[in-house]
């Protein structure tokens, strides 16, 4: 008889797959569109600028930039989830249901990231803008153009719920000592399998997290900044500073 799996671990199941269909789209089309790295690189910059004043405290860059670049880039993870869907039996074995939850989280908002980006990049194509020929097409008034066109407030807010949800597992993950431990002890055997950029991407998250020793303030002001552009954006009013100083009364660090 079959055993049956936990929420998380089906849940970690389903968005793999979802991942894996997301990879082979990719390959088919040469490897990411031009398109691609700049919208990427535009927003990578954009969510810098727009948590600055948390970038400037040691305590909090690992983590702003483990969000940057591990869980809410555009870049090419099929390594990493490669190495996810082969050690998955193992993991679903071994680890607990928050961890489960972890890196299901983080394998469905890397998808919908992907997603989102995709149809920005049709929305820009259909308003004639070539972003990849000339990435000075693309500025905050061009970005909230096209992301009216897409139309997609639901998969929007699912994806700040998606960042909260993920921090805060991550955030009670770190606090208990033997996970960290079971982590260090698998470095060694994880390289020598072939696990190495799976082995990674876990050691940047707990480490992140554990040098913030409390994520509230930095998921607090994710969920509060990002929900107040997309209503603006949505809303059609006069734009106004993306920067962390355009937020008055957001959580600070």
């Known amino acids: 008889m079959t055993k049956k799996l936990s929420p998380g671990a089906q849940r970690f199941r389903d968005h793999l797959a979802r991942a894996r269909e997301l990879r082979r789209q990719v390959i088919e089309a040469d490897g990411l569109a031009p398109e691609q790295h700049t919208l990427s690189d535009w927003q990578t910059r954009r969510l810098a600028s727009t948590y600055g004043d948390f970038r400037t405290l040691r305590r909090y860059q690992p983590a702003l930039e483990f969000f940057l670049t591990d869980l809410y880039g555009t870049q090419d993870f099929a390594q990493r989830d ?17 961890a489960l939850q972890s890196m299901s989280l983080a394998v469905e908002l890397h998808a919908l990231t992907q997603e989102l980006d995709s149809e920005m990049i049709a929305a820009f194509r259909a308003d ?75 050691e940047r998250g707990i480490r992140s997290f554990r040098q913030m020793k409390g994520a509230d303030k930095f998921l607090g002001a994710i969920q509060y900044r990002e929900t107040r552009i997309l209503e603006q954006i949505l809303g059609g009013g006069e734009f106004t500073d993306w920067s962390a100083a355009g937020f008055p009364g957001s959580p600070a660090p």
Not at 83 to 93: H, K, N, Q, S, T
Not at 190 to 196: P, R, V
Request: with cysteine; proline share 4%.
């Open 82 to 98: 490669a190495d996810i869907a082969r050690v998955y039996p193992l993991m679903v074995r071994v680890l607990s249901e928050n």
């Open 128 to 202: 004639g803008l070539d972003i990849g020929a000339n990435p000075g097409l693309l500025d905050q008034a061009s970005y909230a153009r096209a992301y009216r066109r897409c139309d997609n407030r639901a998969q929007r807010e699912r994806q700040i719920v998606l960042i909260g949800e993920t921090g805060q597992l991550l955030d009670e993950v770190v606090r208990h000592p033997m996970i960290n431990f079971s982590v260090r002890l698998m470095r060694g055997p994880a390289h020598a399998a072939g696990f190495g950029e799976l082995q990674s991407f876990i």
